[in-house]
Structure formats: C-alpha cells, structure tokens
C-alpha cells in the first residue's frame, strides 16, 4: 500500500516548533511556528496528585480544567484532565492527559481514539499536555487529522509529569494502563458529553506505539468493558534488551539512557544511581531536566561505560524488569495495524518484525507495513494509512491480515 503524507507543510512547522521546544534553552520560536510556546509553569498545582489520592476506579476522573489548542487548524474543545489509573506495579496512581471533542460533532455519537504520544522527554515542561496546549506537539498534524475526521481524541501524559517530575518512560505496563484509563477519564468526563458504549480505538508512534500495543495486550483483563475495535501501532520498541544493545554508543544513546531512568524511576530496587561514576550522576541529572531533541543531540554517540562503573543493562534485577516490559505474552484480541521504518535507527526493526511474527502466530489479525526511511520520518509518513485504517474498523470493515 502506498504511503502518502497528508499534511506535509503542516508536518513541517510541527516538526520546527518540536525542535524549538525540546530545547533546553528554548528563547523565542521563529516566524513559521503556528504559536509561541508557552510551557507549564514550574508549579501547576493541577499536577501535583492529592494525597491520600480519593477512592474510586481507574479511569475516574480527580479533576479537569478547560484547555486551549494552541494550533491554528485544530477545532476542537479540549479539557486537561487527572485521573485514576495503574503503575507499572500495579498500584493506584493519578495521572495526566488532554481529552478533546471536535467541533460540530455530536459527543453522544463520536467514536474515541487513545492517541499515545510519542517520546517528549523528562523535564515537567515537555509533558504532552502542555505542548499541545501551547501549539507545540510535534504530532499535532496526526492528531488534526483524528479531529476532522469526527473523532474524539484522548491523549495521555503517562505517568509521573509533575513539577518534580519522574516519568517512567517505555515502561509498558504504566503506558498500557495510562492508554486505557484517559479514554475511561475521557468517556467519564461531564463536560465532554461523550458515550461509555462508543467505539474505541488505541494509536501512537514509537513510544506511542509501545503504549497503543501494551494498551492492546492489557485490556481484555484491564478493561474488558471496553469497545475496542483496532489498534494502529508503528515503531514499536517491543524488547528493552534489543533496544538497548541497538542504542548503546549510537546516535539514540539519549533515549536508551532516558529508558534506564524511566525504569529506575518505576522500580525502586533497580537503584541507578549507585551503578552511576562522577560523569554518570551529573549527566543524568542533566538529562532529566531536558526534552528529546537535546537527549539525542547531546548524548548522540555516548555509551553506557562513560557513565557507570558498573552497566545495569545486564544484572539480574534489571534483566526481570525488562523481561516483565517485553510485548508479546498477552496478543491483543482485535485488528491490528503494525508499521515500521526499515532505516529506523532508534527504534530497531528486527525486534518489531519479530514482534508482528509472534502476533502472527497467536492468530492476531495484524496488517504488516514496512517504510523505507528513517525513524524521524515515519512519524508523519504514517498517519495516512493509520487512519484509513481506524476508519474501517469504526465502519466495521473487516480487517484484511497480511500474516
């Protein structure tokens, strides 16, 4: 099938405004950014979870606030909300995200798609919520695209974006979860006016592959209830240990090193720092304080023994925790649409194809895409297909395996 890009100019200012804001030094966006950037605040009380966090389910909503699109094409009423959802130990938590409704579309009616991010980076100010606010999500052109086409649009911060933040990036049971429970806040919501019974569909790229596909694999027994028809997933990092062997030394060692902090910040007994030299410590101190443009500029080419004295990537306890964060086990029981770039050179192909060959074999009615380009690329190269496929599962089409 021919991939095509929908919206390339628009594509193009998303991915400038993405490389003005996850700087660390950002100052002022040039002419061809829709809007200045305005990131959150150091201290945005609506962050920060109560404690003790209040009785209910996941999915439930703690509270919500009006929000605005900061993105000139995007006609659509939006809401930040907080609501319950599940950690990577399977203990309650609060967590972020974005729900919008576009305009001129009846909520009762409008199906929902879980729309995963993308890697932003550590730092509070890259939280998907806020660069959506402020007109600089360099996905913004996918995003559009859901809301001309009638959808409502759920979109998750993941967990731990607060003033003090600690992600716990690529940790596929906190974004699986995270997923599932904004489309929940999303349908809870008063103000959205939006249907429990709609139709459901998760989607995202790289990160945001990873969260859509563990979203899949979780909800039959996470969310039974819910009326999920498809999944379109590209880029998908399925496998830390492959991941990690492919970025150690190369261009992406920035976010092999945000994954280990990810992880660390998920499971208190994996201890980082006390693997980490003088270099380490202040290296991944700084890191947290970035976005994912000065993740991979910074620490292009860096390995793992610049900054330990000891590396994690193969003790035992780290070596669980990823095995535990390893796609495959549970194959989703509905379509699939499974992308990746050939040339990817963050996210390796091997391990996706491999993944699409275990769901194969489990009987997943997955459709297969290979793009010949880079990993960069394939983010927006994507979004066409992705959505003529989310259409046909919300039209009840079936669905066309390629296994």
């Known amino acids: 099938m021919p ?8 594509a193009a200012a998303a991915v400038l405004v993405a490389l003005l804001c996850a700087s660390a030094a950002v100052a002022t966006p040039v002419a061809a950014t829709p809007a200045r950037p ?54 309650r938590t609060a967590m972020t995200g974005t ?19 993308g890697t932003q980076g550590p730092a509070f100010r890259c939280a998907p919520s806020t660069m959506i606010s402020s007109g600089a ?21 993941y967990e731990g974006y607060r003033p003090e933040p600690a992600t716990t990036y690529v940790t596929g049971r906190s974004m699986g979860a995270a997923m599932i429970d904004v489309v929940r806040a999303a349908q809870r919501l008063t103000d959205a006016g939006l249907s429990a019974d709609a139709k459901v569909a998760f989607r995202g790229y790289s990160q945001g592959g990873g969260a859509a596909a563990w979203a899949g694999e979780l909800q039959p027994d996470y969310a039974p ?19 990690a062997l492919h970025l150690d030394g190369k261009q992406g060692f920035g976010v092999m090193a945000y994954a280990l902090i990810g992880f660390d910040n998920a499971y208190p007994e994996l201890k980082l720092e006390s693997y980490l030299n003088d270099a380490g410590k202040q290296a991944f101190a700084e890191m947290a304080t970035v976005c994912t443009l000065r993740l991979l500029i910074d620490y292009a080419g860096k390995s793992i023994q610049d900054y330990t004295h000891t590396s994690p990537l193969l003790q035992p306890e780290w070596v669980a925790r990823y095995e535990d964060n390893t796609l495959g086990t549970n194959p989703p029981a509905v379509p699939m649409l499974q992308y990746h770039a050939t040339r990817d050179e963050l996210v390796q192909f091997g391990q996706a194809k491999a993944l699409r060959d275990d769901y194969c074999a489990a009987g997943v009615p997955l459709t297969w895409q290979t793009l010949d380009m880079g990993h960069i690329d394939a983010v927006y190269h994507g979004n066409a297909d992705v959505l003529a496929f989310l259409d046909a599962r919300m039209a009840g089409e079936p669905a066309q395996s390629t296994c």
């Open 225 to 243: 209830g819910l009326n999920l028809v498809g999944i379109a997933a590209g880029g998908i990092p399925a496998d830390p240990v492959q991941l």
């Open 38 to 91: 305005q990131y959150a605040a150091a201290q945005d009380d609506f962050y920060l979870p109560p404690s003790p966090l209040p009785d209910g389910k996941p999915g439930d909503v703690i509270r919500s606030r009006a929000s605005e699109v900061g993105w000139p094409s995007a006609q659509a009423d939006a809401w930040q909300v907080m609501y319950l959802s599940t950690d990577a130990l399977g203990e």
């Open 137 to 157: 999500f360099y996905e913004q052109s996918g995003l559009n695209d859901l809301l001309r086409d009638g959808y409502a649009v759920a979109v998750p911060d």
């Open 99 to 117: 729900v919008l409704v576009p305009e001129g579309v009846d909520p009762a009616t409008a199906p929902v798609v879980a729309f995963g991010p």
């Open 3 to 10: 991939i095509t890009l929908r919206h390339p100019a628009r």
